[in-house]
């Protein structure tokens, strides 16, 4: 990877991660391809921010857990081809109840082309500092559903209060939010907002 990109915890201490893609916890029910080790990577910039991010939640008493940053157009082009599969129905359940796979990329779950591949795009959620326990967010990441949206109804005010303390320490800190995935934020003044990049995460 160019001198651009770096493995986040390096330059953003305390943040944790778990990169989905590189097990077997997502949506395709397998590591997926360009992801060769449990790492998020990320702009010199997106680290920036992410640090501030990181100031923001913690003086809300609320630490980051990173689910992606940069993700391969590999990877991305495994989601497409997954996605015009027969389904199997392992996964379904879980991250796409009330979906067929081709509407994923009708709806915009699943895009041709990923900000992620820029490498200033992250998804992730709070933790509670104090217990280390997740944040309640009505919603588990990639559930593909109008649940997921923000401020969709149905989650309780708790899980709508952490949404909103998301949203505030990510805007807050230089980001501007999906609407339809209350985990996914860009940086508003990304480096490289017309490069996909196609590195592996190894």
Not at 130 to 155: F, R
């Amino acid at each position: 990877m160019s001198a651009d990109f770096v493995y986040v915890d390096d330059l953003v201490p305390g943040v944790r991660w778990d990169a989905k893609y590189a097990t077997w916890d997502n949506f395709t029910g397998t590591p997926v391809d360009g992801y060769l080790a449990n790492r998020i990577i990320g702009t010199r910039a997106l680290c920036a921010a992410l640090r501030v991010a990181r100031d923001e939640a913690a003086a809300r008493g609320f630490g980051l857990l990173l689910w992606d940053g940069y993700r391969p157009q590999r990877a991305v082009d495994r989601f497409v081809a997954w996605s015009e599969q027969p389904d199997d129905g392992r996964t379904k359940p879980r991250h796409y109840p009330r979906l067929e796979r081709p509407e994923m990329i009708e709806l915009g779950y699943v895009a041709r082309r990923s900000g992620h591949s820029r490498g200033s795009t992250v998804d992730l959620t709070l933790f509670h500092l104090d217990t280390g326990e997740l944040a309640a967010m009505g919603g588990d990441h990639d559930l593909m559903d109008p649940v997921s949206h923000h401020g969709a109804a149905g989650i309780t005010a708790e899980e709508a209060w952490h949404r909103d303390q998301l949203c505030t320490v990510m805007e807050a800190s230089g980001f501007e939010r999906f609407d339809c995935e209350w985990w996914h934020y860009t940086l508003r003044d990304e480096p490289y907002p017309d490069t996909y990049f196609d590195f592996t995460v190894a």
